[in-house]
């Protein structure tokens, strides 16, 4: 299958000049609908998916995004690089609103969330030391001069579990912590990437700054609509640039980061486990 690489974010993205042989597509996986359908085309020769991650609307809360569905079914397309762009909040004063942020860690703080495409009689443990694939990230950072945002790389994202913004308590908190930005998505999705051997960047677009800012406006959902908006173009413009830039076969260790991570004997894998996980594992899952 033709290796795609995939886009994450809101509905409308792949509105792009540019952008051929637009496809909708609707996808089934065994951890149930995806968030929507998905759109497919072609730009500079590559194939691109497109998935909107709370559904055209805006209709899923953070906590409420059917992640690994999404994940399998970009995997399901052939999708082997996602670029996840997403809105967030800054904690640190050099990361301004319509700023772009390229976090290389994580830290999660939500609960009750699906993560992991193991279980149901299978464990597997894959490695997180390095959350994010750094060819990916240098492909992105690479196009920064073209872009008109101030790029930073590196830093945490603090996944937060929403759908309430921080108290002051915990955004003093998190920034005593070194992160740098603040959303609700991103850390659940690359550890679902990194089971799928996907490589994942997350494109953190700052809305606002999080409540620690005391001389700015507290967060409301007016004003980082109006630099979402801002930031849609944006958006559109760093997919433009980046997709040349991504090579046509992966040469960083992500496409391989289960190959050990299993440690359930063959032949005690249930076999409708088997099945739903042979898209991911393949190989992996034979005696």
């Known amino acids: 299958m033709e290796r795609a690489i995939g886009i994450i974010g809101g509905s409308g993205l792949y509105e792009l000049d540019g952008l051929t042989d637009i496809e909708e597509v609707e996808?089934?996986?065994?951890?149930?609908?995806p968030s929507d359908k998905l759109m497919t085309g072609r730009l500079d020769g590559k194939k691109l998916v497109f998935l909107p991650r709370h559904g055209k609307g805006h209709r899923f809360l953070p906590a409420e995004v059917p992640f690994r569905a999404n994940i399998y079914a970009l995997k399901s397309l052939g999708v082997q690089w996602v670029v996840s762009l997403s809105a967030v909040g800054s904690l640190v004063e050099e990361a301004k609103p319509g700023d772009i942020c390229l976090p290389d860690q994580f830290i999660d703080r939500t609960w009750g969330r699906p993560s992991t495409f193991f279980g149901n009689g299978i464990v597997g443990h894959v490695g997180m030391a390095d959350p994010v694939c750094k060819d990916?990230?240098?492909?992105?950072?690479?196009?920064?001069?073209d872009v008109e945002a101030d790029?930073?790389?590196?830093?945490?994202?603090?996944?937060?579990?929403?759908?309430?913004?921080?108290?002051?308590?915990?955004?003093?908190?998190?920034r005593q912590w070194g992160a740098r930005v603040i959303g609700m998505t991103n850390a659940t999705e690359a550890k679902l990437a990194r089971e799928a051997e996907l490589c994942y960047a997350s494109v953190s677009?700052?809305?606002?700054?999080?409540?620690?800012?005391?001389?700015?406006?507290?967060?409301?959902?007016?004003?980082?609509?109006?630099?979402?908006?801002?930031?849609?173009?944006?958006?559109?413009?760093?997919?433009?640039?980046?997709?040349?830039?991504?090579?046509?076969?992966?040469?960083?260790?992500?496409?391989?980061?289960?190959?050990?991570?299993?440690?359930t004997p063959a032949e005690l894998i249930p076999a409708e486990t088997r099945a739903a996980l042979e898209l991911l594992y393949g190989d992996y899952l034979k005696g």
Request: hydrophobic share 35%.
């Open 27 to 33: 996808v089934s996986t065994p951890f149930g609908p």
């Open 136 to 145: 990916l990230c240098d492909a992105i950072w690479s196009v920064r001069n």
């Open 151 to 174: 790029f930073h790389r590196g830093g945490s994202y603090l996944c937060m579990q929403g759908p309430q913004f921080s108290t002051r308590g915990e955004s003093y908190l998190y």
């Open 205 to 263: 677009m700052v809305t606002d700054y999080d409540c620690w800012h005391e001389t700015e406006e507290e967060v409301s959902i007016e004003a980082i609509l109006e630099v979402l908006h801002k930031n849609v173009d944006t958006a559109k413009e760093i997919i433009k640039l980046v997709v040349p830039k991504i090579g046509e076969e992966p040469k960083c260790p992500c496409p391989t980061a289960a190959q050990y991570a299993i440690m």
